[in-house]
């Protein structure tokens, strides 16, 4: 059987980097695509400066879109109109401002949200909520205070330069100089004083010393009871030791404890399973990956229950997780990820005036969680647990020495995939393929929500681009590094 030819491996070479540039270009996409659904709101800020299309636009530190373009406003300053994503609506009352994210100057556009229940159209006018100063009238404050200390500095030079000043200097400095000769002529006529108040000291001292000799009687007294607690100790001890003496003749209720060979076995046995407990901690092989993942398909016909179309299409999701292996055929899964789908929530607004009840659907993004259980029987393993804040089992076959992967996971059973299509949901049904070609980076692709796009007539799949790595792979990249000390 022949080789595969060169021809051919240059071949698939350039369409994986054509693929791969292709995915990285998409991943680093500024803005709003032309084939997401949108619409344009437009917002006059004071001065530009910092922005530039592709800049994001952001609702509480969510991106929901971006700058489109910028231009002179009706009045002084710039206006700004800003492609906001269909699935974000924004009620009337609703506010735009300018948020530095450093102080290079470069700023992102805030949306603040209102309460109106009337939403904005498609090209209205948001109110501009404030304008955050800039480096130039940072700059100015600077310099007013530059000002500040050149005068300070003046004002000083002038005091210390002053004639007047330097003759109160000189004058004060003399008065010194008196005061000290004086204290030298107080010291010279008072020495006699002095004398005398070192010879009160003396005979201070001299009293002390016979205070000393008479309690030194009381202290002998206090030595001999000493010697008497002293002695009691030695007693105590003594019937320590005939105490311990009893407990190693196995006398008693603790003798027999101590000296019973079935109490040290169980004592044993307990440390050993303890030794056993953390041995089996320690063997535990941690492996580290993340992937990112570019949803895309078909929109649902259904706009009544897709309000936004199509769930996760135009979104990305990214995955960070840990795997916990205890045996070559078992291991802990744990995942933190932004699956574009976030939560659902249903807001249900009574009109008075009509007589009806206005039911709308809020998509808010939110981090999910996993921990499953893994086992593995040859080249079939199967997960348990909790998948992506929910209930969730999966199965995966694996070949090619385990670099090619099909994976298959169902999960949201009681919530469902899509909430606002029913009270209990339809499950999520996932199915991949992944392959790795080169060592712990791996690429993927598959299909999301299966069962409910083919409920409701549309489709919808994902790109992903992935890496892994355990402690051998740092400790290979370590070696491999020309280090020296």
Do not use: C
């Not at 022949?2 to 680093?28: D, M």
């Amino acid at each position: 059987m022949r080789g595969i030819t060169t021809e051919l491996k240059v071949g698939l070479f350039v369409l994986g980097a054509i693929a791969l540039i292709a995915g990285a270009y998409v991943w680093s996409y500024d803005g709003v695509r032309k084939d997401e659904k949108s619409y344009t709101l437009l917002l006059d800020v004071a001065d530009s400066g910092g922005v530039y299309p592709g800049t994001e636009v952001r609702i509480a530190g969510v991106e929901v879109g971006s700058v489109e373009s910028i231009a002179l406003g009706p009045r002084a300053g710039a206006r700004l109109t800003l492609r906001v994503r269909d699935r974000y609506q924004l009620p009337v009352d609703s506010m735009g401002e300018l948020k530095a994210t450093g102080l290079l100057g470069d700023y992102v556009v805030r949306l603040v949200p209102g309460s109106e229940d009337e939403l904005l159209d498609d090209g209205d006018l948001i109110a501009t909520r404030s304008q955050p100063g800039d480096i130039d009238e940072i700059t100015r404050n600077l310099e007013k205070v530059s000002d500040d200390v050149a005068a300070i500095t003046a004002v000083l030079r002038e005091v210390v330069e002053n004639q007047d000043n330097t003759r109160h200097l000189e004058a004060t400095l003399a008065n010194m100089d008196g005061l000290t000769d004086e204290l030298r002529l107080l010291a010279t006529q008072n020495r006699g004083d002095i004398n005398a108040i070192v010879d009160s000291v003396r005979r201070l001292s001299s009293s002390l010393e016979g205070y000393t000799a008479d309690i030194a009687g009381d202290i002998d007294e206090e030595m001999d009871l000493l010697k008497d607690l002293t002695t009691d100790l030695d007693d105590a001890v003594g019937g320590m030791n005939s105490i311990v003496d009893k407990i190693d003749a196995g006398e008693g209720t603790l003798g027999a404890l101590v000296n019973d060979s079935t109490t040290i076995d169980n004592l044993n046995e307990t440390i050993e399973e303890v030794q056993f407990a953390v041995n089996s901690f320690t063997r535990l092989r941690p492996e580290v990956y993340y992937h990112g993942r570019f949803f895309f398909g078909s929109q649902p016909d259904n706009t009544d229950i897709f309000f936004a179309g199509n769930p996760v299409a135009g979104s990305f999701s990214n995955t960070v997780g840990i795997r916990l292996r205890a045996h070559e055929d078992f291991w802990y899964i744990f995942e933190i990820n932004d699956y574009p789908n976030g939560k659902v929530n249903r807001r249900q607004t009574y009109h008075e005036e009509l007589g009806t009840v206005e039911t709308r659907w809020i998509q808010e993004g939110v981090y999910r969680f996993t921990f499953q259980l893994s086992k593995r029987w040859g080249p079939m393993s199967f997960r348990l647990g909790i998948k992506e804040s929910g209930g969730g089992i999966g199965a995966t076959f694996w070949a090619w020495r385990d670099r090619l992967q099909v994976q298959v996971d169902a999960f949201d059973f009681f919530y469902g995939s899509y909430p606002s299509v029913g009270d209990s949901g339809i499950p999520n049904l996932r199915a991949l393929v992944r392959v790795e070609p080169v060592r712990n980076v791996y690429f993927e692709g598959g299909m999301e929500q299966i069962v409910l796009g083919a409920k409701y007539g549309y489709a919808t799949g994902f790109i992903g681009l992935g890496f892994h790595f355990t402690d051998d792979d740092i400790k290979w990249v370590l070696n491999g590094l020309p280090l020296s000390f």
